[in-house]
């Protein structure tokens, strides 16, 4: 990682990146919930708070809708990725160029590593070619961090999500975007090994406001610089209401209590 690289998608050194890459990730089933989630002009507005450092997209949304909200919407590229109709061991397909994302604006790029994959090989020397193109371009590097494959007896593991973070470090991410471990012992450990490279919560599926705010809470507390967060956002009827109360706990350090109570009064209030 290179100081300051980041600076573009963080905010006082934190994060909260927005993701929707999951049309192609999960398919169309993620939006059934919130119909209007399938839109991606909705999921842009939403891009468009205050608390989202930088919006996670692939390619095709990219170029179709980035160009209006360019003004509003800071772009993280998503290079690669595949389709849940992929029955094969983890891979993803590298979709989008570092300069054709350069070109249409984006400050920074987004990569998926599957670590213990039989195809990790590759996906790393792909990383490698993505991760200093990107550096020829001053684009910021994150790396979606998700140890999985036939060799993987337990891919949630403390010691397990533990590597995926120093992989961010050890192959130059500026951020990477673990799952949480379970335990705040666990992240704790995740974020000091990570050294430099800062280390962000993945969202995950979808859960209560408290239950989720509690977790991202307490892995602000272990050390995590933020949340890279799709589902727990767009797949609810009111995603600017959870946003405000992850502002909170994210930049503002507040508790998972005084969030909920403060987004509650204001809430009230209009």
């Known amino acids: 990682m ?7 998608i963080t905010r006082d050194e934190k994060a909260l990146i927005l993701a929707y890459d999951h049309g192609l990730e999960h398919g169309p089933v993620d939006f059934a919930d919130v119909p209007a989630s399938a839109d991606p002009e909705t999921v842009f507005d939403v891009a ?12 095709g949304l990219a170029e179709a809708y980035y160009p209006s909200y360019e003004d509003d919407v800071t772009l993280l590229a998503k290079l690669n990725g595949t389709s849940n109709l992929w029955m094969g ?7 989008w160029s570092v300069e054709n994302a350069a070109d249409l604006g984006a400050d920074a790029i987004g990569f998926t590593l599957y670590g213990g994959a039989n195809n990790e090989v590759e996906m790393a020397e792909e990383f490698r070619d993505a991760q200093e193109a990107a550096r020829d371009h001053d684009m910021g590097v994150v790396m979606w961090s998700y140890p999985r494959g036939q060799g ?18 050890e192959l130059g991410a ?7 471990p379970g335990s705040a012992d666990a992240m704790k450990w995740a974020c000091d090994v990570s050294g430099k490279t800062k280390v962000v919560m993945s969202g995950g599926s979808k859960t209560s406001d408290r239950e989720f705010l509690e977790t991202v809470e307490t892995a602000m507390d272990a050390g995590a610089s933020g949340l890279a967060v799709g589902r727990n956002v767009f797949q609810r009827e009111d995603p600017t209401a959870l946003l405000d109360a992850l502002e909170q706990v994210i930049f503002q350090e507040k508790t998972t209590d005084e969030a909920l109570a403060a987004t509650s009064a204001e809430t009230t209030s209009n």
């Open 174 to 180: 500026d951020i990477t975007k673990i799952k949480y």
């Open 48 to 59: 468009t708070h205050d608390a989202v450092t930088a919006f996670a997209v692939q390619k």
């Open 89 to 95: 061991e983890p891979d993803s397909a590298v979709n």
């Open 152 to 169: 993987l007896k337990n891919d949630t593991s403390g010691s397990t999500i533990a590597y995926a973070a120093r992989l961010g470090l």
């Open 2 to 8: 290179i100081p300051l690289a980041d600076d573009a």
